[in-house]
């Protein structure tokens, strides 16, 4: 029996992951019983490699007893390729953005057939939206996700355009317009969506093309209230941006 686990062929590395796994864009605390539920593991078993946990950064209790993922795993987390090295390339250039537009800016890369943000810039004047730093949305309804989508290998696309869930009265759930869609992004290199995600709420993305091998290892985009005002202006900011970081990489 593996790692002296109840279950065979669980080890206690397996138990530990599965604990920090527990945690997500919309589990970000956690009490002990749900986090034991959301591992899959016995509640005394959980308790007991919690405490390991807390003991050694990686989470942390709080006062009211509920769990967060500690600065142990938020510092590691930092050095991960995708996360350290893009974020600190993108970020100068991120914030020419929003000085530029003052609108709500993202870094994003896709995470199988979701979209992982990586940064966010906004200020009080921005639009209200659902992102944040690290969290994870469809991808056939933001600016940021189409983009991706339409770089994405076919088996991802095929398997996101068989699933096209309403977010909003104004999601785009017809596989055939977003198909076009997509065509029309991989084709001109914009992206936008009308309160596809958040009514209230459009944006406006482009691809980073990593210069060295020409793939699109992310996209940034714009969320703003309309794209009737200064889209020219927008896609003209978001396009110096993304080559400059492209060629950074």
């Not at 062929?9 to 002990?32: E, K, M, N, P």
């Not at 104004?170 to 997509?182: A, E, G, V």
């Amino acid at each position: 029996m593996a790692g002296h686990a109840s279950t065979p062929g669980v080890t206690v590395t397996q138990r530990l992951l599965a604990i920090v796994g527990a945690f997500d864009d919309r589990h970000r605390s956690l009490a002990l019983t749900d986090l034991a539920r959301r591992a899959g593991l016995a509640v005394p078993t959980a308790h007991r490699l919690i405490g390991d946990l807390v003991s050694g950064g990686a989470l942390e209790r709080r006062d009211d007893g509920r769990y967060v993922i500690g600065r142990l795993l938020w510092e590691v987390g930092l050095l991960a390729p995708v996360q350290g090295r893009l974020t600190e390339v993108a970020e100068p250039f991120l914030s020419d953005v929003y000085a530029a537009t003052l609108a709500t800016v993202h870094l994003a890369v896709r995470d199988d057939t979701q979209v992982l943000y990586l940064q966010r810039l906004a200020g009080r004047a921005s639009v209200p939206i659902v992102s944040t730093v690290g969290s994870r949305l469809p991808m056939h309804c933001t600016g940021v996700g189409k983009v991706l989508l339409a770089h994405a290998p076919e088996e991802v696309r095929e398997r996101v355009l068989q699933n096209l869930p309403r977010v909003t009265a104004r999601t785009i759930t017809s596989r055939q317009i977003l198909d076009t869609q997509l065509e029309r992004i991989r084709r001109d290199g914009v992206a936008l969506t009308a309160e596809e995600m958040s009514i209230g709420a459009c944006s406006l993305a482009v691809p980073v093309v990593q210069s060295s091998d020409n793939r699109v290892a992310a996209a940034i985009g714009v969320v703003v209230p309309t794209l009737k005002r200064d889209r020219q202006r927008l896609i003209g900011a978001l396009q110096v941006a993304a080559r400059g970081i492209g060629r950074l990489l």
